[in-house]
């Protein structure tokens, strides 16, 4: 004797239903995890519970009119289009969210009862409207809510308290429904103003990557430039020094000073590199204002002609200003080794009591006016004008001057100190 057909079907449901159940709560959370308007999801689901309670309360107020289905149509419009938001892809518009609203309180105030919760249906789907919609569509969607209230008002379904004379509801309820409608607008606004803040970081985050490229690259300029332009020199040195004197010593003093030069680069432009790995370091101190004699040291021993002086306090030079004053006199003096090799020229920093000026001059090759756009000018200039100051570079009576005045951060009293020192060039 086979199984009746009732009981195979019975049998097959509960066996689909664990299926069933899963595949529910996976759009559920598929859905939360992209809800269809820029909200958290806790405010979507508040306001979607706020509006499903509020229909509940207003249907269990009507136990009177049982066994009428009306407070059950009217829950279940409400539920209807809170699942078709939530298991499909259906945008909120005025439209899918109103109209289920307007039915459902349209057919519970069909049925009258005091203290009546059905209209604050109202107040949450208007709230709704204006937190998605521009005004042009909520404000029309909150008159025809108004137009529902004072309709039913005046057909004598909107009472209160046993008052059913007058406007004794109505007043309270077109107040609620302004205030959601103001609700709603607000955070509206308040995601407007997100997205116009994410857009600015947007452009914030984009041109600090561009203006931290452009530092690197500089960076890397500065170094590789100063370097092969002394590496050269040494080069030079010694291929004269085996070609015209033999001196092996000689030459091998200078191929010494390239190698050091050589693996100090590499060490530079490992550290500027390294600037863009996210990943911690410690690299070692930026050079400074008090770097400049040896860097100058290192070009004179290359056999440049090159004095420098040091007027006032190097301390009162700030780090930042130090290392862009430090880059600025190494790209100058990879300047003068490159177009002016047999040039002579003097450096000189003056700190004084709110200014700190790096001026570096050297003579120019017979037959040479200098070539500014040729010899690094504009990213010298760029930097003297982060860091608040100027740049002046051009030829003069048979010089050619680099010239930086660089305010100081916090202005030391005393006036100058003595000279620190000096390095004067062979």
Same mark, same amino acid.
């Given at each position: 004797?086979?199984?009746?057909?009732?009981?195979?079907?019975?049998?097959?449901?509960?066996?689909?239903?664990?299926?069933?159940?899963?595949?529910?709560?996976?759009?559920?959370?598929? @859905?939360?995890?992209?809800?269809?308007?820029?909200?958290?999801?806790?405010?979507?689901?508040?306001?979607?519970?706020?509006?499903?309670?509020?229909?509940?309360?207003?249907?269990?107020?009507?136990?009177?009119?049982?066994?009428?289905?009306?407070?059950?149509?009217?829950?279940?419009?409400?539920?209807?289009?809170?699942?078709?938001?939530?298991?499909?892809?259906?945008?909120?518009?005025?439209?899918?969210?109103?109209?289920?609203?307007?039915?459902?309180?349209?057919?519970?105030?069909?049925?009258?009862?005091?203290?009546?919760?059905?209209?604050?249906?109202?107040?949450?789907?208007?709230?709704?409207?204006?937190?998605?919609?521009?005004?042009?569509?909520?404000?029309?969607?909150?008159?025809?809510?108004?137009?529902?209230?004072?309709?039913?008002?005046?057909?004598?379904?909107?009472?209160?308290?046993?008052?059913?004379?007058?406007?004794?509801?109505?007043?309270?309820?077109?107040?609620?429904?302004?205030?959601?409608?103001?609700?709603?607008?607000?955070?509206?606004?308040?995601?407007?103003?997100?997205?116009?803040?994410?857009?600015?970081?947007?452009?914030?985050?984009?041109?600090?990557?561009?203006?931290?490229?452009?530092?690197?690259?500089?960076?890397?300029?500065?170094?590789?430039?100063?370097?092969?332009?002394?590496?050269?020199?040494?080069?030079?040195?010694?291929?004269?020094?085996?070609? =015209?004197?033999? &001196?092996?010593?000689?030459?091998?003093?200078?191929?010494?000073?390239?190698?050091?030069?050589?693996?100090?680069?590499?060490?530079?432009?490992?550290? =500027?590199?390294?600037?863009? &790995?996210?990943?911690?370091?410690?690299?070692?101190?930026?050079?400074?204002?008090?770097?400049?004699?040896?860097?100058?040291?290192?070009?004179?021993?290359?056999?440049?002609?090159?004095?420098?002086?040091?007027?006032?306090?190097?301390?009162?030079?700030?780090?930042?200003?130090?290392?862009?004053?430090? @880059?600025?006199?190494?790209?100058?003096?990879?300047?003068?080794?490159?177009?002016?090799?047999?040039?002579?020229?003097?450096?000189?920093?003056?700190?004084?009591?709110?200014?700190?000026?790096?001026?570096? @001059?050297?003579?120019?090759?017979?037959?040479?006016?200098?070539?500014?756009?040729?010899?690094?000018?504009?990213?010298?200039?760029?930097?003297?004008?982060?860091?608040?100051?100027?740049?002046?570079?051009?030829?003069? &009576?048979?010089?050619?001057?680099?010239?930086? @005045?660089?305010?100081?951060?916090?202005?030391?009293?005393?006036?100058?100190?003595?000279?620190?020192?000096?390095?004067?060039?062979?």
């Amino acid at each position: 004797m086979g199984v009746p057909g009732p009981v195979r079907r019975s049998a097959a449901v509960r066996d689909r239903l664990p299926a069933l159940r899963d595949r529910t709560v996976a759009a559920i959370r598929a @859905r939360l995890g992209n809800p269809p308007v820029d909200y958290p999801p806790s405010v979507i689901l508040l306001a979607d519970a706020a509006m499903l309670s509020i229909a509940i309360a207003a249907g269990f107020q009507r136990h009177a009119y049982l066994p009428t289905v009306l407070p059950v149509i009217a829950v279940g419009l409400l539920l209807g289009s809170l699942a078709l938001f939530t298991f499909t892809a259906v945008e909120p518009t005025p439209a899918t969210l109103g109209l289920p609203a307007l039915a459902a309180t349209a057919a519970l105030l069909a049925q009258p009862v005091e203290g009546d919760f059905a209209p604050f249906i109202l107040v949450v789907a208007v709230g709704e409207i204006a937190a998605v919609t521009p005004k042009r569509l909520s404000v029309p969607s909150a008159l025809v809510a108004l137009a529902l209230l004072i309709g039913f008002d005046l057909a004598g379904n909107l009472g209160w308290a046993g008052i059913d004379t007058g406007l004794a509801g109505l007043p309270m309820y077109c107040v609620g429904v302004l205030l959601g409608w103001m609700c709603g607008e607000m955070l509206r606004n308040q995601r407007r103003f997100l997205y116009q803040e994410r857009a600015y970081q947007a452009i914030r985050s984009a041109q600090a990557a561009d203006e931290e490229r452009r530092r690197i690259a500089r960076e890397v300029h500065d170094v590789i430039a100063h370097s092969l332009s002394i590496t050269l020199l040494h080069l030079t040195a010694a291929r004269r020094a085996l070609q =015209t004197d033999e &001196d092996v010593t000689e030459a091998t003093e200078a191929l010494v000073d390239a190698e050091r030069l050589g693996r100090q680069a590499m060490a530079d432009i490992r550290r =500027t590199v390294g600037l863009l &790995d996210t990943r911690p370091a410690s690299p070692a101190p930026e050079p400074g204002v008090g770097e400049l004699a040896d860097l100058v040291g290192d070009f004179v021993r290359a056999g440049l002609d090159l004095s420098f002086r040091t007027e006032g306090d190097p301390d009162a030079v700030s780090a930042a200003a130090g290392l862009g004053l430090y @880059r600025i006199g190494q790209e100058s003096l990879a300047n003068v080794a490159k177009h002016a090799p047999g040039a002579c020229g003097a450096v000189r920093l003056t700190i004084g009591a709110g200014h700190v000026t790096l001026t570096v @001059r050297n003579s120019l090759p017979s037959g040479r006016a200098g070539d500014p756009a040729g010899m690094g000018v504009t990213g010298m200039r760029r930097r003297a004008e982060l860091l608040g100051g100027e740049l002046s570079a051009g030829a003069r &009576d048979g010089y050619w001057t680099v010239r930086v @005045r660089v305010p100081l951060a916090e202005a030391r009293s005393g006036g100058c100190c003595p000279v620190r020192g000096a390095l004067e060039g062979r």
